[in-house]
């Protein structure tokens, strides 16, 4: 279904329409509706605090565990963070670092990242493991996503093997340029392929929701505002 009346022109346009517009709910029913039924990253990532909003472009990055650096022939290996500094170094304005594939038993994520990656305009961090530095991170508002607080380090657990790389996290798929937006409620993934029906969709459902529930605090019913609108 090809849609009309697309309401941003740029991604800067979008995205400010998403933080003021939006939310994941409504975002994932519309995919549903599509047939795109497994786009919600697993409920173990959340923000670090509730009030944290990410939207923005994946840059995916591949993380693997390693035991040691003794024998290994490969020269990423034997770099102290395999290519996470390049990786992190790479983010453009409006990505997300989204990072999985190794064991959630170590720090994925801090503070000097969240430094770096707010210098370079990134949107936030979506990692299939934990973070730390958790005050500094919240001092710099940074919005990040993980599953908790943890401080054990990566550097001798694990390294980044590759970034711009489609990944798979818990049955989701998540390819580079893919439209990350995560909330209190959880994270999804839009993809690039769909993502102009997605939004327009969700637009026009959100809007529409809210006159639902102007309705409802009127003293319509729940039965006779879903026959009417078509929305609960």
């Keep these: ?3 009309t009346n697309i309401l941003w022109k740029t991604d800067h346009e979008l995205f400010h329409i998403v933080k003021h ?3 994941t709910a409504v975002v994932g029913d519309i995919m ?4 795109y039924l497994h786009q919600f990253l697993p409920p173990q990532i959340k923000p670090l605090r ?3 909003f990410v939207v923005g472009r994946a840059m995916t990055v591949l993380e693997a565990d390693v035991f040691g650096e003794e024998g290994n022939c490969n020269p990423v290996l034997k770099k102290p963070f395999g290519l996470m500094l390049e990786a992190l170094d790479d983010l453009k304005t409006n990505e997300v670092y989204v990072c999985s594939g190794s064991s959630p038993t170590y720090a994925l994520w801090g503070e000097l990242m969240s430094t770096r990656a707010m210098k370079l305009g990134a949107a936030g961090a979506v990692v299939d ?3 730390r530095d958790t005050n ?3 001092e710099l508002s940074f919005p990040t996503f993980s599953y908790g607080r943890y401080a054990q380090d990566q550097a001798p657990r694990g390294k980044v093997i590759d970034f711009r790389v489609p990944l798979e996290i818990r049955g989701v798929k998540v390819n580079p340029g893919d439209i990350i937006i995560g909330d209190s409620d959880g994270v999804c993934v839009v993809p690039a392929a769909i993502e102009e029906e997605v939004f327009a969709r969700a637009i026009e459902k959100a809007r529409g929701e809210k006159m639902v529930q102007k309705k409802i ?8 505002a ?3 609108y078509g929305i609960m």
Aim: hydrophobic share 30%; aromatic share 10%; no cysteine.
């Design 21 to 23: 517009e939006l939310y």
């Design 226 to 228: 879903f026959e009417t």
């Design 32 to 35: 549903d509706k599509l047939g």
């Design 217 to 224: 605090q009127e003293g319509m019913s729940a039965k006779e």
């Design 1 to 3: 279904m090809q849609t």
């Design 50 to 52: 509730q009030d944290m």
């Design 136 to 138: 500094g991170i919240l």
């Design 129 to 131: 493991g934990y973070s």
